[in-house]
């Protein structure tokens, strides 16, 4: 059912919405139950010029501090550990940690331990990886693959043991965590058989259990989730709804919600029940407080911007002739540039469009949005302008193109960096302050031209004491320790 402009424009009155914070390029807000922000994008631009690595009183844990390994800066106090390496450290069978480590979570593990299901983006024809994902017997989906995930197990004594829990996927990338303790992978391509040398369709979410081996023999996927360049999921543990980001362009890509069907009761293994046709598959369509349609996401350059959604069915969700987000005609739904991350918290979902550019009708850096499935709401939390000075490595630079996400125990986002030039893990208060947690110092480039690959994985461990995450190339997985504190508003 639609929802009416009045029941919307009632309904947004009473919704959350971010603080602006004045940075060196933009604005950025985070806010569970925060007041609405004053002024538009370029005001909150022009009200302050203090630097993104600035500490201020109270909030965040200071300046980082250059690693003398050149791997990571931290900020005093804080401490980091190496836990798997491509090409350095192996799995239990021998082979090498598989190669660009993407999405990451954490699950209470047998006598203390940790597990972690890390993704490994790998695309493209196996034979052309370097360090794929094992083909490990009654683990594959399609032998041509090279991606999928392994299952890391941290002891308390401090051993590390890590196995396939997957392989044979394709382009895993952020996936998400389920209510009933699983992990459910995605493949961020739309390679069907032919294509790269794939023997199978790819392009679906698969689920794996990081505590039974067992549950992961014949790998099956979750088609009902339809086929499409897959980033996250988050399953809504209330109404048993699907939430999917898609990573696409030429046109951007979409929101979708999946439905389940009648009596479907969600559980370890009951996602392989489902027929591939099983409940609906809905994209987004927005629309503002005077019910007029938004055709991107990328329009709302105001913290606090409130739309309305409603819920448009696709098609023909396995996508066998027409991708699914071309299915729509302009007018239909509300599209979005480089939609990652999701983390699902406070009632409902946070989710990241890492930047738009010229494929979007307004450029920007990044933004996280916020969807309350109670009022049918998504209202920006986040907006970063676009980076003035993406080749600053000095650490002062701005923060830009948000991707993998999480919410910290501590309050707050925590969010890893995929932009330009320099990359930081940075947090961001409940009031808006954001503040730097790590920087990349691994320079994969050369001394004349540096680069430094993304973040990935953020996620703190179940007692909230260890911070995970990822530097995608060459593939590798950290965990960080410090002094943690609860961070105040203002």
């Known amino acids: 059912m639609s929802l009416t402009r009045r029941d919307f424009t009632r309904r947004s009155a009473a919704t959350g919405a971010g603080i602006a914070l004045a940075g060196t390029v933009g604005a950025l807000a985070t806010a569970p139950g925060a007041l609405a922000a004053e002024g538009d994008y370029e005001d909150a631009q022009a009200e302050g010029h203090e630097g993104h690595d600035a500490h201020h009183p109270g909030v965040g844990y200071g300046p980082l501090v250059d690693d003398p390994k050149g791997l990571l800066a931290l900020p005093a106090g804080f401490s980091y550990r190496v836990i798997t390496y491509t090409g350095k450290t192996t799995l239990e069978s021998g082979e090498s940690t598989p190669s660009n480590h993407d999405g990451t979570a954490t699950f209470d593990g047998p006598r203390g331990a940790t597990l972690l299901v890390n993704n490994h983006e790998i695309g493209g024809a196996r034979t052309k990886a370097k360090y794929p994902v094992p083909l490990a017997e009654g683990l594959v989906y399609d032998p041509a693959a090279a991606g999928g995930c392994t299952v890391v197990e941290v002891r308390r004594d401090g051993q590390v043991a890590e196995w396939v829990g997957i392989a044979g996927t394709a382009t895993n990338c952020a996936g998400g965590r389920t209510p009933w303790d699983t992990w459910l992978t995605c493949e961020e391509t739309e390679d069907k058989a032919g294509a790269n040398g794939m023997t199978k369709d790819h392009g679906y979410v698969f689920e794996v259990d990081p505590a039974d081996r067992r549950a992961n023999r014949e790998p099956k996927p979750v088609k009902a989730f339809g086929r499409y360049a897959h980033e996250a999921v988050v399953i809504d543990p209330k109404r048993g709804h699907a939430y999917l980001t898609e990573d696409a362009s ?13 009596g479907f009761q969600h559980g370890r293994g009951k996602l392989r029940t489902l027929a591939d046709d099983a409940g609906v598959l809905q994209a987004t369509k927005c629309f503002d407080s005077g019910g007029r349609f938004v055709d991107d996401l990328s329009r709302a350059t105001q913290i606090g911007t409130v739309y309305g959604v409603d819920w448009i069915d696709v098609s023909d969700r396995d996508a066998k002739t027409v991708s699914v987000r071309k ?6 739904v509300t599209r979005a540039r480089k939609l990652e991350g999701m983390w699902w918290a406070d009632g409902g979902t946070y989710i990241v469009s890492s930047f738009a550019r010229a494929e979007s009708p307004v450029q ?3 933004q996280v949005w916020f969807y309350d499935p109670k009022r049918r709401t ?11 000075d993406p080749a600053d490595a000095s650490g002062a630079g701005a923060f830009d193109g948000p991707d993998n996400i999480t919410v910290s125990p501590y309050g707050g986002l925590v969010i890893a960096e995929d932009g330009n030039g320099i990359q930081h893990l940075f947090g961001a208060t409940d009031s808006g302050r954001t503040y730097p947690i790590a920087r990349n110092e691994l320079n994969i480039g050369t001394e004349q031209e ?19 995450a990822n530097i995608q190339t060459p593939g590798i997985m950290l965990a960080i320790s410090g002094p943690w504190k609860r961070q105040r508003s203002n």
């Open 250 to 262: 030429g046109p951007n890509g979409l929101l979708y919600r999946w439905t389940p069907p009648k």
């Open 450 to 468: 540096p680069e430094y690959s993304e973040f990935t994985g953020v996620t703190f461990s179940p007692d909230g004491r260890t911070l995970y």
């Open 364 to 366: 920007h850096d990044g």
């Open 327 to 332: 299915q729509f005609a302009d007018g239909e």
């Open 378 to 388: 998504l209202t920006l939390k986040v907006l970063l302008g676009v980076n003035a």
